[in-house]
């Protein structure tokens, strides 16, 4: 069983940082995909950042580009989302989910993740 945990969650003042992590447990952390998904209240779910199994160069929304950074560690099976210059839209409970399916139909939309974390909440306000 594939589990995952988040941590790393809080409140930020604007222009602030914050590191998310995500610790994978079960299944081969080295075959799947990984991304980070966000949801603001009354709004979607929406992609903010992925990378696919091959650890090529990562994908992000346009919202969140040059801002936020997206690794992973295969030795210690964990994704981080690093978020720097964050603004109040930024708020939402983050969530981290991996899939060994096709990367392209998870970039686009046309598939769901196979697992996923439960949620952190980020905070961006003065």
């Known amino acids: 069983q594939v589990q995952l945990v988040e941590s790393g969650g809080g409140l930020v003042q604007p222009g602030g940082s914050l590191t998310l992590s995500c610790a994978v447990s079960?299944?081969?952390?080295?075959?799947?995909?990984v991304g980070w998904l966000r949801q603001a209240p009354g709004k979607e779910r929406d992609l903010v950042a992925a990378?696919?199994?091959?650890?090529?160069?990562?994908d992000y929304a346009d919202s969140v580009k040059g801002r936020f950074t997206i690794s992973r560690d295969n030795v210690k099976n964990t994704v981080h989302l690093q978020m720097n210059s964050l603004k109040p839209e930024d708020t939402a409970v983050y969530y981290c989910?991996?899939?060994?399916?096709?990367?392209?139909?998870?970039?686009?939309?046309?598939?769901?993740?196979?697992?996923w974390g439960q949620g952190t909440q980020v905070t961006v306000s003065s």
């Open positions: 989910a991996v899939d060994n399916g096709s990367y392209y139909y998870l970039l686009h939309g046309e598939a769901s993740w196979d697992y």
């Open positions: 079960g299944g081969t952390f080295s075959d799947y995909s």
């Open positions: 990378q696919n199994w091959l650890g090529d160069s990562p």
